[in-house]
């Protein structure tokens, strides 16, 4: 009787913790996702903000878009 009890405390033990993993792993995973586009969205607003005043010409803006948009995936 004994180590059925054992068996099943640790089974419980084990789903909890496959649980627990699985459950922080798509928490983290939704974190990075949203601080990666808002990384984007302000990286994007700085360059428009850069190409806008003329510090930077047309073919190094669309350059930047091209490796910021690259970035993002």
């Known amino acids: 009787m004994g ?5 099943g405390w640790f089974i ?3 789903v909890l913790g ?9 928490t983290h995973q939704a974190v990075k ?3 990666r586009v808002q990384y ?11 190409y806008a005043t003329g510090k930077i010409s047309e073919t190094e803006y ?3 878009l091209a490796v910021l948009e ?3 995936y």
Do not use: N
């Open 62 to 64: 669309y350059h930047r």
């Open 40 to 50: 984007t969205s302000a990286a994007r607003t700085q360059l428009d903000r850069l």
């Open 3 to 7: 180590s059925t009890h054992f068996a």
């Open 12 to 14: 419980l033990l084990l």
């Open 70 to 72: 690259h970035d993002r």
């Open 33 to 35: 996702q949203e601080s």
């Open 18 to 26: 496959f649980l627990g993993t699985f459950i922080f792993r798509m």
